[in-house]
């Protein structure tokens, strides 16, 4: 070839393009972003909105639904989901993965702006986020005291927040779990009734007075000067002095002014606590930041700790910093555990590689350093980062980068033992095989390029690992065409003995004694050796339901969370309650480092595909960091389960964190119709059904329980003879239980505070707050509320579900270890189907068993892909589609080794595991090719079929077996050590390689026996 002799015969250039290589991977390397899993986008979007008062119907009719019907008819839309629930709720819409979530949000905000003035006036909140896993936080750590006030807490939080923000890497940093500062304005309802005020009038003027209105500017001689009118509140007490005037009687009784001071106790105070946070037990509030994408996460953990150590020394004595979580840690153990993965894999090629000798071996393992910071250079060009699943993509490659070399290499050496000087050998023997090595790799490269193509967050997912092993081996190539040959011409041994080394010797003859004898008996009885290799492959097809099927495993991570959830309706003291339980049964255990625990919402988002809860008064997370994770972990997590059934009253959820896109639990029922109480019956149902499913646990059922709510019942004939208007009273109930912002007031250095205006500071979110609330009639006279209201309990649901603009519930569960989910799932949806539903309703299946669904629908394609794109590469190659079929018989013979050995470790059909059965079939074809192209080539030297089938067979044993050898060397610390991600990708590759090496080697030329192609290639 060409190429090979160019770099033969200018080997000064040669050298100046390895060393420019070089140079370039270890530049890439030192910059190369690290993260621990892959950033992607994720084409989904999450609508919350803020309605207080409404009730789950009301804000479903009034909001939800509109904005689904706004959004509907946006392109690329999948599906749609929406949950209402009181004072508020979430609609969440994501579309197809390919497109550009940029102009999407672009989109979907228009769409928004167009009906937002259709919306209830009521609406405090309507924003849109983006669903993005560049958003979760590296690290969280905990401002902790017990003696401290919320005001310290919180000032030293926002300034080691602002402080993280300075650093260039980080994208954001936020404080969490306090309470904010604000002045309150607790209204004594008495001496309002008395002076005939209301509670409206003390809001409206407050909120008034804060307002800042500029007068404009004005020229004084030469100067221009800005006019302030009055505005801006600066202290409380300006706020004690403020004149009530507006409706009533106004603001001169008796001959005296009323100031809100009279009718109101105003002081510095803290909202209403909806969250609350403990470290390891103390009270604490979290900081947490960010990083920004293509950012090396070491670089930016050491300007976190820099900035983090400075700030300590500011803190006084009663306020301790923890660092309670840290990504970096998690992402340098993958990296140090796939470094030892490296070095082992390196240490077994080399070893598969004595039979070539000392100089040969050498040759060849130049080419795993070099091609493997090519491909580094090439991910971090096309702007990828060195992540878990590229790092496990390097690996992969390691066991597949050296195939060409050695084929090469050994083919230069075996011209050598024939009696050619090094240059001749080096041009002769590449140009011979040369052909054969470019179909090997092409045929490998499209059993991984399909996988670039994969759909859905799966496929986005696991993308950087085909391209790490697309851009090494073709970088692999190059340097087998062109470095190798340079290298054998100047490095081998000018003359080799003709039988090779010692450890070859010895091969060849266990290769004459062995299989050159089962190689001529199997061309005895040619149908006899390919019927059985069917029977094998058809057989190991059958375990396949005995395995199950399964998407992504746990990460196994030394990290997991416990979500809390009380009955709707519980307060926040109750839910507190249960986590104070939680964080008593967790200290127990000496393997748990610290624990966070949040009330009120969940924690913030610390894994990229676990998102934050929204706040609700019966909800709580504890985020739990252990010292490692190990093969004891699990075993430790359902102990901590069991330990926590002994805690009554809450559905407590032991979460580990899982790879690959997100979903809501592992086993999901989604029931869909148009009644809310048939789907609440129905669910009753299905909830028992999945009860009563061994394996399953904390099985949840939303409209398990409604909520009771109590009711202002208003009598609107005496609020009509009275001339109250219902509205107005609606509006005075929520401003004396829940408060009303009027406005700020702002310190002379910057900082700006809330004034709420509501009830007496002791009865306030109580139906005390209206023991002496009364409304001003038409003719001036204060009415007790009790005169126009009765109070009615009122049962209400707690939240209205819907799916893609139907009613819907969705029940969900979890998998106990050792089952399998697709066998639960699958017994669950036959106990439903036998149940039968009403006409109108039907179910859909959630959980992994939709994701997989979604995940698993692209490979039916890449298989196409993979299939057809090595045939047009075989037949180009071959000009003879019996050749092609010949190599393509291989396959079969492959899968059946994956499958067995996949059963053998206890693995399931995994997502990572179909990504190595695609893989495998680029792998093995590789060795079918040069073992037919050499037996093409001894025929059309002349020499007779069975003849020709023979010495090719033996001929080129040694290669297929080293490059087999090499790869599975490569793999089996993956295999080993690579967890439930890679292992059984790893597992598929060493069994498929293994079954089709030793059967295929029989099979192949058996076949070629029955189906001599033709010998004329295009």
């Known amino acids: 070839m060409k190429l090979s002799d160019f770099s033969i015969k200018n080997y000064q250039f040669t050298l100046v393009i390895f060393f420019l290589l070089t140079a370039i991977g270890i530049s890439a390397y030192q910059n190369i972003p690290r993260t621990e899993d892959p950033y992607f986008d994720i084409s989904a979007f999450r609508i919350n909105v803020i309605y207080p008062g409404a009730d789950p119907r009301e804000m479903e ?6 904005i689904e019907d706004a959004l509907r008819s946006l392109d690329d839309l999948k599906e749609m989901l929406s949950t209402s629930r009181n004072s508020g709720g979430v609609v969440f819409v994501r579309f197809n993965a390919e497109v550009d979530v940029d102009k999407k949000f672009d989109e979907v905000n228009r769409e928004l702006n167009s009906i937002r003035d259709s919306l209830p006036a009521g609406i405090q909140k309507l924003e849109i986020e983006r669903i ?10 905990s401002l902790v005291s017990e003696t401290a006030s919320y005001a310290d807490l919180a000032n030293y939080a926002e300034d080691l927040s602002e402080a993280f923000e300075r650093i260039s890497s980080v994208r954001e940093s936020e404080s969490w779990a306090y309470p904010e500062q604000q002045v309150r304005v607790s209204l004594n309802f008495k001496k309002l009734a008395e002076l005939g005020l209301q509670a409206a009038d003390v809001a409206r003027v407050i909120q008034g007075e804060s307002l800042n209105i500029p007068g404009g500017p004005v020229e004084e001689g030469a100067r221009r000067l800005n006019v302030q009118t009055s505005g801006q509140y600066r202290s409380v007490e300006e706020i004690r002095n ?7 009687t106004g603001g001169d009784l008796g001959g005296r002014l009323v100031r809100v001071g009279d009718v109101a106790d105003v002081q510095w105070d803290y909202e209403n606590q909806e969250v609350m946070a403990r470290f390891n037990g103390q009270r604490a509030v979290f900081v947490t930041a960010n990083q920004k994408d293509k950012r090396n996460i070491f670089v930016t953990q050491k300007a976190l700790q820099e900035t983090a150590d400075e700030f300590e020394k500011t803190l006084p004595h009663n306020i301790k910093l923890e660092r309670g979580f840290e990504q970096y840690k998690n992402v340098e153990k993958r990296i140090d555990r796939l470094t030892f993965d490296f070095g082992l894999a390196v240490t077994l090629v080399l070893i598969t590689l004595l039979p070539l000798g000392l100089r040969a071996s050498g040759i060849v393992m130049v080419s795993v350093p070099l091609s493997l910071l090519t491909g580094l250079a090439c991910l971090y060009y096309a702007g990828f ?10 690996v992969v490659a390691l066991g597949l980068l050296v195939d060409d070399s050695i084929v090469v290499i050994e083919n230069i050496a075996r011209y050598l033992r024939m009696g050619y000087n090094r240059v001749d050998a080096a041009r002769l023997a590449t140009k011979q095989i040369s052909l054969a090595v470019l179909g090997c790799t092409a045929t490998l490269l499209f059993a991984f390029l399909p996988l670039l193509m994969l759909p859905d967050n799966a496929g986005k997912f696991i993308r950087s690992l085909p391209v790490a092993v697309v851009f090494t081996v073709i970088a692999s190539l190059f340097v087998a065409l062109t470095i190798i040959p340079f290298l054998a011409s100047r490095v081998l041994k000018k003359e080799e003995n003709e039988h ?7 091969l060849m003859g266990l290769i004459d004694k062995i299989y050159t004898p089962l190689l001529h008996r199997a061309l005895q009885t040619p149908k006899t050796v390919v019927t059985a290799s069917l029977i094998l492959f058809v057989a190991s097809l059958g375990l396949a339901p005995l395995m199950g099927m399964s998407l992504f495993p746990k990460a196994n991570t030394p990290q997991f969370v416990i979500e809390v959830g009380l009955p709707p309706g519980s307060s926040l003291t109750a839910t507190d309650t249960v986590v104070k339980q939680v964080e008593n049964k967790l200290s127990q255990f000496d393997e748990i480092t610290a624990v966070m625990a949040t009330v009120g919402e969940g924690n913030p988002q610390i894994y990229y595909n676990v998102f934050q809860q929204d706040k609700q008064s019966n909800v709580g997370e504890l985020f739990v960091q252990l010292k490692e994770y190990n093969d004891d972990t699990p075993k430790l997590l359902d102990t901590i389960r069991g330990e926590l059934k002994t805690i009554a009253g809450a559905n407590l959820i032991v979460r580990e964190f899982e ?3 997100p979903i809501d639990a592992p086993i999901g029922i989604r029931l869909v119709g148009p009644e809310i109480e048939t789907l609440r019956e129905l ?3 299905v909830e028992r059904i999945m009860l009563a499913t061994p394996g399953t646990q904390n099985v949840d059922n939303p409209q398990r329980t409604g909520r009771s709510d109590l009711r202002l019942k208003v009598n609107f004939e005496k609020a009509g003879l009275l001339g109250v208007n219902s509205a107005e009273l609606d509006k005075a109930v929520r401003l004396a239980i829940a408060g009303a912002n009027a406005g700020e007031i702002r310190q002379s250095n910057g900082d700006a505070y809330t004034i709420s205006v509501r009830g007496p500071a002791g009865a306030r979110s109580s139906l005390s707050a209206l023991d002496d609330f009364h409304v001003i009639a038409r003719t001036g006279q204060a009415v007790p509320l009790t005169q126009l209201t009765t109070l009615e309990l009122d049962d209400n649901l707690n939240s209205i579900y819907r799916f893609d603009r139907e009613r819907a519930v969705l029940l969900t569960a979890y998998t106990r270890t050792g089952y399998n989910t697709e066998k639960i799932s699958n017994e669950v949806a036959r106990q439903i189907d036998e149940m039968g539903l009403p006409t109108g309703y039907r179910y859909k299946m959630a959980g992994e068993v939709k994701s997989r669904q979604e995940s698993f629908a692209g490979f039916g394609t890449a298989i196409l892909v993979t299939v057809f794109g090595i045939l047009a590469i075989l037949v180009l190659e071959f000009g003879s589609f019996k050749s092609t079929l010949i190599v393509l018989f291989v396959i079969p013979l492959g899968v059946t080794g994956g499958m067995v050995t996949l059963f053998l470790t206890g693995n399931s059909l995994s997502f990572t595991a179909m990504i190595g059965f695609i893989a495998l079939i680029g792998i093995e074809i590789k060795n079918s090719i040069l073992l037919v192209d050499f037996t093409n080539q001894l025929r059309e030297e002349g020499k007779g079929l069975d003849e020709s089938i023979e010495e090719a067979g033996r001929t080129r044993f040694l290669p297929i077996l080293l490059t087999s050898a090499t790869a599975v060397g490569g793999l089996l610390p ?6 439930g991600l890679y292992s059984p990708l790893a597992w598929v590759i060493i069994g498929g390689l293994i079954s089709s090496t030793f059967i295929g080697r029989l099979v192949t030329p058996v076949l070629y026996k029955l189906l001599p192609p033709d010998l004329q290639r295009t």
Request: proline share 6%.
């Open 61 to 66: 009719q009034q909001v939800a639904k509109p």
């Open 132 to 141: 993005n896993p560049g958003f979760t936080n590296i690290i969280q750590y």
């Open 242 to 248: 403020t004149v009530i005037a507006g409706t009533g």
């Open 385 to 394: 980062s060195l992540n878990q699943l590229s790092i496990a993509g390097l």
């Open 500 to 506: 090779g080394n010692i450890v070859l010797q010895k």
């Open 659 to 661: 790879n690959g896109p």
């Open 683 to 685: 669910s009753a149902q």
């Open 974 to 979: 993956l295999a080993l050590q690579g967890g």
